[in-house]
């Protein structure tokens, strides 16, 4: 049986170049039929996972999948859809966790992440002071061996330098400016999800990060 990947890449192409609702409508049975197929690999996906991070049993394909249209009520971007898919597995009052988008091109971020982005700015100032005050822990879990080999460190934005109150000399001045914090699986990119596998290939991926993802949630919860 042929594999659905190929369609959807399709159907996303062809979206980026009709995103308008009469395209969108005469194409809402293509796009309901392939979404159907992402729900059940994303299903197997957090079935995987769940072995390794129990807190995710509860979580539903449903849930953890986006919508694909667009909230464009502030952005100067008016098309209504996405042009890619893509899901959220967090557990259930955590604020960081696990994120998986796919598309039929690299620059659409097609790939596997784990982190915390674009957190409130107190929240962001209870992670700086924990990952501060427990480098070497922290820095630990980001030199493993696993997360070295197989991901990158990412930040949406840093400060060109440090926040106020540290001093501006301060020996963890990298991590301080960073304004979330993120790790991106390397080599993952489209051609990664034409593999049927990708569901549990992907859990094992992002089983390496779950000390990186647990130390971000533990700190984020600690008075």
């Given at each position: 049986m042929k594999y659905y990947i190929n369609d959807l890449y399709a159907f996303l192409r062809e979206l980026a170049a009709n995103n308008d609702r009469d395209w969108f409508r005469a194409n809402k049975n293509r796009y309901d039929d392939l979404r159907a197929l992402w729900l059940a690999d994303i299903g197997r996906m957090i079935d995987t996972m769940s072995v390794w991070a129990p807190a995710l049993t509860s979580l539903t394909a449903k849930r953890a999948a986006y919508r694909i249209y667009r909230d464009t009520r502030f952005s100067p971007d008016k098309t209504p859809y996405k042009t890619f898919f893509s899901a959220a597995m967090n557990a259930p009052g955590s604020q960081s966790g696990f994120y998986i988008q796919i598309g039929p091109d690299s620059h659409q971020w097609a790939g596997l992440f784990a982190g915390i982005w674009c957190p409130e700015a107190p929240l962001l100032k209870k992670l700086r002071r924990a990952i501060v005050d427990n480098i070497?822990?922290?820095?630990?879990?980001?030199?493993?061996?696993?997360?070295?080999?197989?991901?990158?460190?990412?930040?949406?934005?840093?400060?060109?330098?440090?926040?106020?109150?540290?001093?501006?000399?301060?020996?963890?001045?990298?991590?301080?400016?960073?304004?979330?914090?993120?790790?991106?699986?390397?080599?993952?990119?489209?051609?990664?999800?034409?593999?049927?596998?990708?569901?549990?290939?992907?859990?094992?991926?992002?089983?390496?990060?779950?000390?990186?993802?647990?130390?971000?949630?533990y700190s984020a919860t600690e008075e």
């Open positions: 070497e822990e922290w820095e630990a879990i980001v030199n493993a061996p696993e997360i070295v080999s197989n991901f990158e460190i990412t930040t949406s934005d840093s400060l060109k330098t440090v926040p106020r109150g540290w001093p501006k000399d301060h020996p963890h001045a990298g991590w301080l400016r960073m304004k979330d914090y993120g790790l991106q699986a390397r080599n993952v990119g489209p051609e990664f999800f034409l593999d049927p596998a990708w569901p549990e290939r992907s859990a094992e991926l992002l089983s390496f990060t779950k000390p990186f993802v647990d130390f971000l949630n």
